[in-house]
Nanobody, 121 residues
Framework: VQLQASGGGLVQAGGSLRLSCAAS????????MGWFRQAPGKEREFVAAITGNSITTYYSDSVKGRFTISRDNAKNTVYLQMNSLKPEDTAVYYC???????????????WGQGTLVTVSS
């Protein structure tokens, strides 16, 4: 599966952005999908994940209640709706895929290129 992330940009604190990640391949709906981010000078960290059938989602504590992950299997796309953005959300955001739910948070099978989100104070 190849992944292409988009939707990053510059936004003021309190604002919103929606990231998209388009995937290739006819088996998209069988993969768990996730979003990660890497802030300058920091390690990449898990943000959110969703199962192939969208029944289960999981969020890091830092974004819970502000970010929403969703997917449209007909469009082979996963989204990350980010609301109430804070300067500390500034990072390069990456989408990722895994053939297993247990792998998506710690050891994804594949990565997209990043998209930069900058939140100004």
């Amino acid at each position: 599966v190849q992944l292409q992330a988009s939707g990053g940009g510059l936004v003021q604190a309190g604002g919103s952005l929606r990231l998209s990640c388009a995937a290739s391949g006819r088996t998209f709906g069988t993969y768990a999908m996730g979003w990660f981010r890497q802030a300058p000078g920091k390690e990449r960290e898990f943000v959110a994940a969703i199962t192939g059938n969208s029944i289960t989602t999981y969020y890091s504590d830092s974004v819970k209640g502000r970010f929403t992950i969703s997917r449209d299997n007909a469009k082979n796309t996963v989204y990350l709706q980010m609301n109430s953005l804070k300067p500390e959300d500034t990072a390069v955001y990456y989408c990722a895929t895994s053939s297993s739910w247990f792998g998506i948070r710690r050891n994804p099978d594949g990565w997209g290129q990043g998209t930069l989100v900058t939140v100004s104070s």
